[in-house]
């Protein structure tokens, strides 16, 4: 969910580049910066925030002001974990920036709504389905992946709506008419093209997704 310059206070704008600076060092200062020096693997990781980056170009306008976009938030969190899927995630919405989708005050504000919370959500569904679900390939498949993605997305948009709620921009009236019935729309295909990719690479190439442990989910039992 894309939100403009312009639409909200300047108090938004600014305190969202504060935050994002502190949750960027952090994530900066405990990122695991060894596995990109390894060649095949950075190309992996430019790569596919390359091939992310016309996703980002076919988007649909909800309401004006509000677009709606692919975000691959929980691709890049399952195949590098969040602290380089963060990384990567400010590499897309800056290359959006630069092609003139978005504006570099609203930078901050979007890589929160679009970057961080889906990625705490994707992260959060990896960590819970670890902890207490079985070591099974289906269920990182459709849990970890389709339903993680659609719940990251999800969220996202809940996130967007409530800042443009708080912020006076829309009524609850309006978004509960508007934008909630396109919710679980919306969240479809987000779930549709992650879990199918993922399930693409850890059939051919479980060595893409950082995520996926062959010992914990393919052995024998």
């Given at each position: 969910m894309s939100i403009p310059y312009g639409l909200l206070a300047d108090v938004w704008y600014i305190s969202a580049a504060l935050f994002a600076v502190l949750l960027l060092t952090i994530a900066a200062s405990s990122a695991p910066w060894h596995q990109l020096r390894e060649s095949s693997r950075l190309h992996l990781y430019l790569g596919t925030c390359v091939l992310l980056m016309p996703l980002w170009l076919i988007k649909t306008a909800i309401l004006p002001g509000l677009e709606y976009h692919f975000v691959g938030a929980t691709l890049l969190t399952l195949m590098f974990g969040w602290r380089l899927a963060l990384a990567g995630m400010t590499v897309l919405i800056g290359s959006a920036v630069?092609?003139?989708?978005?504006?570099?005050?609203s930078y901050a504000l979007n890589l929160l709504v679009m970057g961080a919370v889906p990625i705490t959500v994707s992260h959060a569904m990896l960590y819970a389905t670890e902890r207490w679900l079985p070591a099974n390939f289906f269920i990182y498949i459709f849990v970890v992946a389709y339903t993680g993605a659609?719940?990251?997305v999800g969220c996202a948009v809940l996130c967007a709506v409530t800042v443009l709620w708080m912020g006076g921009i829309y009524t609850f009236a309006q978004l509960g008419d508007k934008l909630f019935p396109l919710v679980v729309l919306l969240m479809v295909p987000e779930a549709f093209v992650t879990g199918m990719l993922i399930t693409l690479m850890v059939v051919f190439y479980p060595g893409w997704v950082g995520t996926f442990d062959d010992q914990r989910y393919l052995r024998r039992r």
């Open positions: 630069v092609n003139g989708n978005l504006d570099w005050p659609a719940l990251a």
